[in-house]
């Protein structure tokens, strides 16, 4: 919704592409340290077993 209306302007695709990725890259950052949190969390430790 919100990019429609910044394309709209004069992003060219391109360019939202890379703030598309960039954005998609730091989710997928954000679920690796998470990931990585919950596996060394004490109290998931015993509890989850994958």
Same mark, same amino acid.
């Given at each position: 919704?919100?990019? =429609? @209306? !910044? &394309?709209?302007? &004069?992003? $060219? $695709?391109?360019?939202? *592409? !890379? @703030?598309? /990725?960039? /954005?998609?890259? @730091?989710? !997928? @950052?954000? *679920?690796?340290?998470? *990931?990585?949190? #919950? =596996? =060394?969390? $004490?109290?998931?430790?015993?509890?989850?077993? #994958?």
């Amino acid at each position: 919704m919100l990019q =429609r @209306h !910044v &394309t709209a302007q &004069t992003d $060219p $695709p391109l360019a939202q *592409n !890379v @703030h598309t /990725i960039s /954005i998609f890259s @730091h989710g !997928v @950052h954000s *679920n690796i340290l998470l *990931n990585v949190y #919950e =596996r =060394r969390a $004490p109290w998931k430790t015993s509890s989850s077993s #994958e």
